[in-house]
């Protein structure tokens, strides 16, 4: 699979070099290319770098790895986005963590849907830290990657790219839920950081 990163951080670095050695081709989008270009020597192979406009160009599959803040700036200077699958991993946090900055009318990743018209946008890997990513099994258990989204073929293939890195993808409906799990991450913020538990993840039981 072709994947665009808008975002070189914590989140695009982790999941592009993640999915790079699974076989993927991964174009990292960045606003500063010279250090994006770090990522090719730790990274290796089936990597490139570029502007946001060109990891667009490149992917089939996108994932938007901006803080909240830049998102909307980030997505004007991407370029269209129609048809593409739009993976937004962002969380609209309030800058203390305290909350979100989103109404319950409309979540972040509502709010992304409508700054890239025509994507067909999946909110997923929101709710997992990236360090869990890199380490995603607890003994027998494999952590839980809650998504959502309105497009079912859109859904099928993040939830792949998620299987690829070893976790358990659940669906939990249509993008309107995407609120839900943007509360989610609050309570994980709330666990690792006040509750002293870090090295968690959610995981669905089912029977
Ligand atoms: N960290 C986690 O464990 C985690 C887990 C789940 C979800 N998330 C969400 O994922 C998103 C990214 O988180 P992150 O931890 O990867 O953040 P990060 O480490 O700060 O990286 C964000 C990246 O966004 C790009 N960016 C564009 N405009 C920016 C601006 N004005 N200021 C700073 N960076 C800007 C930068 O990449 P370039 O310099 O390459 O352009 C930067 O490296 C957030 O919305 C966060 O809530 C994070």
Redesign the pocket.
């Known amino acids: 699979m072709n994947i665009g990163i808008?975002?070189?951080?914590?989140?695009?670095?982790t999941l592009g070099g993640l999915w790079a050695q699974k076989g993927n081709k991964v174009f990292?989008?960045?606003?500063?290319v010279r250090?994006?270009a770090g990522l090719i020597r730790v990274i290796g192979e089936n990597i490139a770098v570029g502007s946001?406009a060109e990891a667009v160009k490149f992917g089939d599959v996108i994932l938007l790895?901006?803080?909240?803040?830049?998102?909307k700036?980030?997505l004007e200077s991407a370029g269209s986005l129609h048809g593409k699958i739009l993976i937004d991993?962002?969380?609209p946090?309030k800058k203390d963590y305290s909350g979100l900055t989103t109404t319950p009318e409309l979540s972040g990743g509502e709010e992304v849907a409508q700054w890239a018209p025509g994507a067909k946008v999946v909110k997923a890997?929101?709710?997992?830290?990236?360090?869990i990513l890199k380490s995603p099994n607890f003994g027998q258990q494999n952590a839980g990657m809650f998504y959502c989204g309105d497009d079912a073929e859109a859904k099928s293939i993040v939830a792949g790219l998620a299987r690829e890195l070893g976790l358990d993808p659940v669906d939990c409906g249509p993008l309107k839920t995407a609120g839900m799990l943007e509360w989610l991450?609050l309570l994980w913020l709330q666990l690792a950081f006040k509750q002293d538990l870090p090295n968690s993840a959610f995981k669905l039981l089912r029977r």
Do not use: Q
């Open positions: 808008i975002g070189t951080g914590h989140m695009g670095g990292f989008g960045s606003r500063d250090k994006a946001y790895a901006t803080p909240w803040w830049a998102t700036e980030a991993c962002t969380n946090l890997f929101n709710s997992i830290s990236f360090a991450c």
